[in-house]
């Protein structure tokens, strides 16, 4: 299993950016996909997760503003991030586990600075 992950940034507050992970190895229309993110000096916190069928759960913080989403097809996973805050700076991984392997990917760094 290999997950990359690209489309992290600089930005200014209240910004967008679309995060994306490309996924092999594995099936992953029947996969579900997690995103993490870990900020300078702080533990991997979790994002999101998406199954297969699209279904999606978000922390709390991230909930209004952030969306998981997925092309099968592409064996692609997405996080689209909108109103991006300085809080929200962090580096941002996808992860997934099988057969109670996990999975991570090396990370896409994203800063939100004025």
């Known amino acids: 299993v290999q997950l990359v992950e690209s489309g992290g940034n600089t930005v200014q507050p209240g910004e967008s950016l679309n995060l994306s992970c490309a996924a092999s190895?594995?099936?992953?229309?029947?996969?579900v996909m997690w995103w993490y993110r870990q900020a300078p000096g702080k533990g991997r916190e979790f994002v999101s997760?998406?199954?297969?069928?699209?279904?999606?759960n978000y922390t709390s913080i991230v909930k209004d503003r952030f969306t998981a989403s997925r092309n099968n097809a592409k064996n692609t996973l997405y996080l689209q991030m909108n109103n991006l805050r300085p809080d929200d700076t962090a580096t941002y991984y996808c992860?997934?586990?099988?057969?109670?392997?996990?999975?991570w990917g090396q990370g896409t760094q994203v800063t939100v600075s004025s």
């Open positions: 190895g594995l099936v992953f229309s029947e996969t």
């Open positions: 997760e998406i199954w297969g069928d699209g279904w999606t």
């Open positions: 992860h997934t586990h099988l057969r109670g392997q996990k999975y």
